[in-house]
C-alpha cells in the first residue's frame, strides 16, 4: 500500500518523499514528474491545454501512482479532484505543510499558478492565497501532519520513516549476516 504526501506547493513532498521511500526501501513516484515525462513540461501543458487537461492528466498519473506500493507525491492541486479525494480515503497521507516565511525561500519557476512576472512578493502572496484554499481539503485527507517550516529535510523525513515503520508500511530489511 503506498505512502502518500500532499501539501501545498514547496512544501517539500518531492524531496521528503525521495528521502522516505529510500528509508522504507520502496520506490518513489512524483506525479508532476509522471506527468512531465509523458506529455512535456507543466508550464507548457498549462499554456498549451489550460489547467483544466492538466489536472486531467494528473488524475491519470495519481490513479496509476497509487497503484503500487511506493512513497507518492502528489502535486498541490492534485487533492482538488473528487476521484482523487475518494481515492486517498484507503490511503495512509501525510501532510506537509510549510509556513508562508519560510515558502518564500522556496519558490522558484515553473509553477504557473504562481506566475507573477518574477515578483518575489506577489508570488508569496498567490501562494498564500491556494494554500489556505487548500488547506481544509489537506486536513481531512491527512492520516498525520509534519511541518517543513524549519527542521533538516533529512530530519523530517527519518521522523517519518520511524512513524511509517511503526505503523508496519515500507519493506523490512534483511539483516546483515557476517
Known sequence: MPLVFIGPMAAGKSKIGRLVARGL??????????????????PEIFAAHGESEFRRLERAAVHDALAEEAVVALGGGAVLDAATQAELAGHTVVLLTVSREAVGRRLSGGRPLLDSDGDADAAVERWAAIAAARTPIYESLATVTFDTSARPISHIADDIVTWARQRGLGKEREAQRD
Open 25 to 42: 526501501d520502496v520506490p518513489f513516484r512524483d506525479t508532476d514528474k509522471l506527468v512531465s515525462a509523458v506529455h512535456g513540461p507543466i
